[in-house]
């Protein structure tokens, strides 16, 4: 049996990697389209879209095209030490980078935003203590019956429910969707997937849920 060598185990490499590369693209588009069209769930798609297909796909295609590029450095003959710690260099830089930015950067993002939540609920608590024995009598109450009528359609408001508070998402909601929502409903779970609570707190209260 011959014995595999170096090369074929990094044509093996490169050819799998290019495959996995090809499938996850296409399941990034797809997801892509689940997440705003609801051609698939929802949720699913946006857990594929931003927690694991980018990771996938920025690994495969780091390995593909490292391996492509050390065949064209070999067949220019160019391929040395320096031309391989430099490309381990730049590789190292793009995944470091791509890992910050959608790691830890995001995170910033979402701290930062919690500071201003903290800040604003701090002011808004002090407001809301004194208004809030009057604004309990006058503040309406939905049942989700009641709800699904604001659908955003024929002329009514789009009104949508996060926490037990019904807020009026007009400019938000065009023809009664956003994205892959439904105005009319409870989308507390959906909201939380993607913003803070500072982000539906500056839209108008209409009321709370039942």
Request: positive net charge; charged residues 20%; aromatic residues 16%.
């Amino acid at each position: 049996m011959k014995k595999k060598t170096l090369k074929w185990w990094l044509v093996k490499i490169d050819r799998f990697s290019a495959w996995v590369l090809l499938a996850t693209m296409f399941l990034y588009f797809l997801s892509g389209y689940g997440m705003t069209k609801g051609i698939i769930d929802a949720r699913f798609s946006n857990l594929l879209h931003t927690n694991i297909l980018p990771f996938v796909i920025m690994i495969s295609f780091a390995i593909h095209t490292f391996l492509s590029v050390r065949l064209s450095f070999k067949r220019w003959r160019i391929w040395n030490t320096f031309t391989f710690i430099l490309l381990i260099i730049i590789y190292s830089a793009f995944l470091i980078g791509f890992g910050y930015v959608e790691l830890f950067y995001k995170n910033a993002n979402v701290r930062e935003e919690t500071a201003i939540e903290q800040t604003t609920t701090t002011t808004e608590t002090v407001t809301t203590s004194q208004e809030s024995s009057s604004t309990e009598s006058q503040e309406r109450v939905f049942t989700r019956e009641e709800l699904v009528k604001y659908n955003g359609k024929n002329g009514t408001p789009p009104y949508v429910a996060v926490d037990g508070v019904v807020y009026d998402m007009t400019g938000v909601f065009v023809n009664g969707r956003h994205f892959f929502h439904t105005a009319g409903e409870d989308l507390t779970d959906a909201f939380y997937m993607e913003h803070m609570k500072s982000q539906i707190t500056k839209y108008p209260v209409v009321g709370k849920l039942e």
